[in-house]
């Protein structure tokens, strides 16, 4: 026997220190390549078909899924407790609603409580009613007894006042008042 290698011999192995277990090194095949921006436009030359393909079916996911959704829309107002004023709330237009805040249970005597005063009038119906008046929100509030057509109620007794108030408060108006900070 000779002591020359025969082809059958096993591959040889390098020893990393720290790493134990059997692992393999495969060689790179000789016409592995780089990537390059003309290796990519031949593929994409190549494929062309189902990448238009992706592209169409990509784009009418997207449409169809802005044409489904319904648009939310939020507003949010944080009302901070102020400091007490002496004598008045220095909150000019609401000092004449003095006596009608006294009976909501609202004080208007030496110390004012603001964010009382401003929780009282946010809440109350003569700003939902001019809110609802102002911003003509009648149709949209009652859509489905609207026709925007011919601009006129589609039932026999048009939704009163009252009903759009209750709607507003119920359906899109919410006010919370934050326990830990007392914020609402």
């Known amino acids: 026997m000779s002591d020359t290698k025969n082809s059958e011999s096993p591959p040889s192995r390098r020893v990393v220190p720290g790493i134990q277990g059997y692992f393999i090194e495969t060689p790179l095949r000789g016409d592995v390549q780089g990537a390059t921006f003309t290796r990519m436009w031949q593929q ?6 189902w990448l238009l393909l992706a592209m169409i079916i990509g784009g009418a996911v997207g449409i169809l899924a802005f044409v489904k ?4 829309y939020r507003a949010s107002v944080t009302i901070a407790p102020a400091e007490d004023v002496e004598g008045g709330s220095g909150l000019g237009a609401l000092d004449q609603l003095g006596g009608i805040a006294s009976l909501a249970g609202v004080p208007l005597d030496a110390k004012v409580d603001k964010t009382q005063l401003a929780m009282a009038y946010l809440t109350s119906d003569a700003l939902t009613r001019e809110f609802i008046i102002d911003n ?3 149709p949209v509030l009652f859509s489905k007894s609207w026709d925007s ?8 007794e048009p939704p009163t ?3 759009a108030i209750v709607s507003l408060d119920q359906g899109v108006r919410k006010i919370a008042r934050v326990p830990t900070t007392g914020l609402y």
């Not at 994409?44 to 078909?49: G, K, N, Q």
């Not at 959704?69 to 939310?72: F, I, L, N, S």
């Not at 057509?149 to 026999?156: G, P, R």
């Open 44 to 49: 994409c030359r190549a494929h062309w078909l």
């Open 69 to 72: 959704t319904t648009p939310v």
């Open 136 to 138: 003509n929100l009648m």
């Open 149 to 156: 057509k011919s601009q006129k109620w589609t039932s026999e």
């Open 161 to 163: 006042m009252n009903q």
